[in-house]
């Protein structure tokens, strides 16, 4: 059974760091991308970065330089790691998954097809 639960977030005043986790689990005999994503009150929801089949990793310009995903097979455990937050990042944090393309890249997999995700982790940035 496929499960994702995030935790790790809260309140944080700006110039702060917060590490969001995933605790996942999946079919051990799919190779899967994972992401993370966000989505504040009234906007779409946002990818903020992902990991492929082969661990490449990409992150959304709105964060480059600021958070890193990473991810712990031994563990099975997703991770976010944000830097420098500004109040613009408050919103509610995602981790989802898709079956990864044959061959192909995770990052042009649309929303839509992130077939599995968690409950949410909120991040709040205060000024």
């Known amino acids: 059974q496929v499960q994702l639960v995030e935790s790790g977030g809260g309140s944080v005043q700006a110039g702060g760091s917060l590490r969001l986790s995933c605790a996942f689990s999946?079919?051990?005999?799919?190779?899967?991308?994972m992401a993370w994503f966000r989505q504040a009150p009234g906007e779409d929801r946002e990818r903020v970065a992902s990991?492929?089949?082969?661990?490449?990793?990409r992150h959304a310009d709105s964060v480059k330089g600021r958070f890193t995903i990473s991810k712990d097979n031994a563990k099975n455990t997703l991770f976010l790691q944000m830097n420098s937050l500004k109040t613009e990042d408050t919103a509610m944090y995602y981790c989802?998954?898709?079956?990864?393309?044959?061959?192909?890249?995770?990052?042009?997999?649309?929303?839509?097809?992130?077939?599995?995700w968690g409950r949410g982790t909120q991040v709040t940035v205060s000024s």
């Open positions: 999946l079919n051990a005999d799919r190779r899967y991308c």
């Open positions: 989802a998954a898709a079956v990864a393309p044959e061959g192909g890249a995770c990052w042009p997999l649309s929303v839509g097809e992130f077939t599995y």
């Open positions: 990991i492929g089949n082969y661990d490449a990793l």
